[in-house]
């Protein structure tokens, strides 16, 4: 018999902060950097932990450079070569601290994996990243990727359960994607019926991961600043963005004018168009799990960050938390039917 879990999910439109009694006197006050050990690297991170999302339209090198400036990191997409990473390394030693190397678990992701590290030894963060992070293959390439860089920081996901984010730490991951079906331009809800609040699937992975001493990325979900502070106050460690990166100078993703406007496209990584792009197609066997986009050309994404990193202090300031540390424990949430006034969004533009 089918079985029906009758506890209430939230997503992030769900809620709203309570605001709280609070001494900070400014914005500029709040302090948005974290300090993390992680659990099985034993490596150390400090930074501002807004992650720029593994999709060859956001994870892109150009990207890293912007975001190191604010010690904010880029999970670099799977699909440069290892000739193009020692380009960028070579160039910008700077900024391989802040970047990720991408990797799935087809045949031949192993050994590439293994020749960027090669190629560059200051990598320390591995970025493992499957639809369905619930596959007994893709735990037992974790434990084969653990096994083979003892001290490289791995991020593997995607789960939205605690019970996954258990499994996946104890068999060598650091930090867990959580997120099934939120991302602006996913259809995994759409075409299998699978998925999970993520504000609630946030709230009960970083339980889970916190009582092993691991992390955990809210991934996916967030559409706008607020969003994201939301999935800090739910105990989030890191935030990571697709679509609010999305359409930038810096963004992946071809250029192209429609009715005198500047257009940039953007394609969730189990699309259609990106299938197309690396592997040659949609396979027979599967369906195409994400949707192509056009999003008119936003310029570049240091304004994005400042808005998104504006926000954040914003949230700190209401609810008293003058370090995003204190955030998660200064957050009280409430239930609400309706989130904004939407009454003049059709007709104008945010500036």
């Known amino acids: 018999m089918p079985r029906i879990d009758n506890d209430i999910k939230l997503d992030f439109k769900d809620v709203l902060f309570r605001p709280k009694r609070s001494t900070i006197r400014s914005r500029a006050d709040v302090d948005l950097t974290r300090s993390y050990l992680f659990r099985n690297s034993h490596q150390e991170y400090t930074g501002i932990p807004i992650m720029a999302a593994n999709m060859d339209t956001v994870g892109t090198f150009e990207m890293a450079k912007v975001f190191a400036k604010h010690l904010m990191f880029v999970a ?35 050994k590439k994996l293994a020749e960027i590290v090669e190629a560059v030894p200051d990598i320390k963060y591995l970025c493992l990243d499957v639809a369905n992070g619930y596959s ?53 809800r759409r075409k299998t019926g699978v998925g999970y609040p993520q504000l609630s699937a946030v709230i009960e992975c970083a339980d889970a991961a916190h009582g092993l001493g691991g992390h955990i990325i809210s991934d996916g979900g967030c559409t706008c600043p607020g969003d994201v502070s939301k999935a800090f106050g739910a105990g989030a460690d890191f935030v990571m963005l697709g679509g609010m990166f999305a359409g930038h100078t810096e963004s992946g993703g071809e250029m192209i004018v429609k009715n005198g406007k500047k257009m940039k496209l953007f394609y969730g990584m189990s699309s259609a168009t990106a299938m197309k792009k690396h592997v040659g197609g949609v396979a027979e066997y599967r369906a195409s799990e994400g949707k192509t986009v056009e999003i008119e050309y936003r310029g570049d994404v240091e304004r994005t960050l400042q808005d998104i990193l504006g926000g954040i202090r914003s949230t700190c300031t209401y609810v008293g938390a003058s370090k995003l540390k204190e955030l998660g424990r200064r957050t009280t949430f409430i239930r609400v039917t309706q989130q904004l006034n939407e009454v003049f969004t059709p007709q104008t533009t945010e500036h």
């Open 136 to 188: 007994e293959t893709f735990v037992q390439f974790v434990r084969d990727v653990r096994a083979k860089f003892k001290t490289h920081t791995i991020m593997a996901g995607n789960v939205v359960t605690g019970e996954m984010v258990e499994e996946l730490i104890l068999s060598g991951a650091d930090i867990i994607k959580v997120g099934i079906g939120p991302g602006s331009v996913c259809t995994t």
């Open 76 to 110: 670099i997409h799977k699909h440069y070569t290892v000739d193009e990473w020692k380009m960028f390394a070579t160039e910008n030693p700077q900024v391989v601290p802040y970047v990720a190397v991408s990797a799935g678990i087809a045949e031949g992701d192993m």
